[in-house]
Each structure stands twice: as C-alpha cells, then as structure tokens.
C-alpha cells in the first residue's frame, strides 16, 4: 500500500513504515493538484502535518484514501468527521509532541521575565555603543520559582507545562471543562518518580490569581482570552498561546500591552497563520516563534513512529 507524506516524515517513520511493508512517498504536492496525485498513484494512506488541507473535495474524490494521519495533535486542517462518515480513518499523535511544546512554553517564559526577547534584538544594534543602558534596561527581571502559572486546558500538553512549572518552584492552577483533577508524575534522570496531586480551579480565580496564564486547547470558533478575561488578570501579568490562532484576541492583547496591563507576550500561534499581524511582530514586548511547538527531533521521530504503527494497526 502506497502513503503519502505530503508534509513530511521523520527517517525513523520511514524506516517503520517501510518495515511494516508500506511503499511511502515523499513527494511534496501542491494544494491544488493533491487530488491528481492520489488517484494517478493509487495512495491509500495521505499523512500531513499542518499545511496541507483535507476537505470535503479530497475526500469525495480520492477512492483509493483509506486513512488520513495528522503529525500532531490538532486536526483542523481535516474534515475529521466527514471523513468519518465516509468510511475512512482519521489517526493523529496527540502525545508525541506534548513535551516539546511544553519546552516552548518555558523557552518564552524564561526569556521573557529575563527580557531575552527584547535585548536579542536591541544588543545587535546597540550593545557596543549602549552597552550599559542595555544593562539598566533589562537589569530588573523577575524569577519564576515561587509564582503562579495558571494553565488553560490540561490535557497532555497542559500537563507537561505543569510538571516542569513544579520542578521548578512554581504554583500551578488550571481549569478544564473535563479534568476536574490530576495525578501528576514526575520522573528524574536517575529513574526515581514523585507524584503531585492537583485539582482544578474556576476559570475566574486562574485569571485573578496567576500571573502567568498559558492556554493549550483545541481550536475553537471565538476568542477564550478577550477583553473581559484579560480585565479580570492581574496587572503585569504574562500571557502565551501556544496552542492554536484565534484563542487570543490579538488587538485586545496589544492594547493591554500598551497600557500595562499585560506586561508581555509569548506567541506561536496566529490568527492570520500564516501571515501574522505585523503590529504582533514588531511589538517588543512580545516573543514570536512561527509555530514550531512541535518542530524538534525527539517529537518527530515519536510521530513518525507512532503514525507508522496505528496505520499498521489498522491494516492489520
């Protein structure tokens, strides 16, 4: 059986695919000549991670589709229940990536409450001619041991945000409509494992208590952090979406940055993905990555893999 990698695939997903028997393609295909290319080549497996689209007209079209694979864990490039209703299988990899977005998480945090963010871009134009202004600017950063994250959706992501938030000295709230508590094991280098048992909060009291809030949900049709809940935080407060575009009210967030209420900004998801705002990209009180939440070896080597095996599973 002939799969389609359309938007790539580790070597060890390769490797595992092909030891299961699978003929895997790597040609990247445009949008638009998708359908072509699945009914000239007979694919019966289409594997794709965040560009290429899975709609209705790929799925009416395309006989010989079998199995759709998302590397990842959102799936709203894909008509996952259509696709459903016509007899073919959707599969992602919700816990493959979960520890290297959570790793993102912190490499905003940290080098936000440090001002990273903002003195990579000033010492390149400025640090050998303004070299102690620089340091006074950024001279009063803040630690993240003994404050409070509040985390927004605690699924499997959410929960490695917490296990590291622990491990390094920090209180954690979350809220989620489904997990109402949580038993979180922490493991070490050395095999030893502790436990932390936490229970969830009201929405309103992680806005008000913490003082950094991080929302990872799915995609959802109107904003979870607008106006109303951005008055309720506390003043300075940080803010980051890692998750998905339109989470996050945008103009809302900038403005609240502008009169301090917000005191930064980490961001990985956009509303207009893939074209961002540019007032989100020029303000420096925001640090930017282009959606690489999951974009690290060791997460797509596991997708790889575990792709691999679930469409084995399948045909098996």
Same mark, same amino acid.
């Given at each position: 059986m002939?799969?389609?990698?359309?938007?790539?695939?580790?070597?060890?997903?390769?490797?595992?695919l092909e030891e299961y028997g699978f003929d895997v393609d790597l040609t990247k295909v445009a949008q638009e000549q998708l359908i072509d290319y699945i009914n000239t080549n007979s694919i019966s497996t289409l594997l794709v991670r965040s560009a290429t689209q899975?709609?209705?007209?790929?799925?009416?079209?395309?006989p010989s589709l079998k199995i759709i694979g998302r590397g990842g864990v959102g799936m709203d490039n894909i008509d996952v229940e259509y696709a459903k209703s016509k007899g073919l299988?959707?599969?992602n990899t919700p816990a493959a990536s979960s520890k290297s977005v959570a790793e993102l998480v912190f490499s905003h945090?940290?080098?936000?409450?440090?001002?990273?963010?903002?003195?990579?871009?000033?010492?390149?134009?400025?640090g050998d001619s303004k070299f102690k202004d620089l340091k006074k600017s950024y001279a009063k950063g803040t630690e993240l041991s003994g404050k409070t994250i509040g985390i927004?959706?605690?699924?499997?992501?959410?929960?490695?945000?917490?296990?590291?938030?622990?491990?390094?000295?920090?209180?954690?709230?979350?809220?989620?409509?489904l997990h109402k508590e949580a038993n979180l094991i922490l493991d070490f280098f050395d095999?030893?494992?502790?436990?932390?048992?936490i229970n969830s909060s009201s929405f309103e009291d992680l806005l008000k208590e913490s003082d950094f809030i991080? $929302?990872?949900?799915?995609?959802? =049709?109107? *904003?979870?952090?607008?106006?109303?809940?951005i008055s309720k935080m506390k003043n300075g407060v940080g803010i980051l979406n890692l998750s998905r575009g339109g989470i996050l009210n945008e103009e809302e967030l900038l403005k609240?940055?502008?009169?301090?209420? $917000?005191?930064?900004?980490?961001? =990985?998801? *956009?509303?207009?993905?893939?074209?961002?705002?540019?007032?989100?990209?020029?303000?420096?009180?925001?640090?930017?990555t282009p959606h690489i939440g999951a974009a690290t070896n060791e997460a797509q080597d596991r997708i790889g893999v575990e792709l691999a095996d679930k469409i084995n599973d399948i045909i098996g």
């Open positions: 002939k799969v389609l990698a359309n938007d790539g695939i580790s070597e060890s997903g390769i490797d595992k899975v709609r209705k007209d790929i799925i009416d079209s395309c299988h959707v599969i945090l940290f080098g936000c409450v440090r001002f990273l963010h903002e003195s990579n871009r000033s010492m390149p134009l400025d927004v959706g605690f699924g499997r992501i959410g929960q490695e945000v917490a296990k590291i938030a622990i491990g390094i000295g920090m209180n954690v709230l979350f809220y989620d409509k095999g030893q494992s502790t436990s932390f048992k991080s $929302v990872h949900i799915p995609a959802t =049709d109107k *904003y979870i952090i607008d106006s109303k809940e609240n940055i502008e009169n301090g209420k $917000v005191s930064f900004a980490g961001i =990985d998801t *956009y509303e207009d993905e893939p074209n961002p705002s540019i007032k989100i990209l020029m303000n420096s009180n925001i640090s930017l």
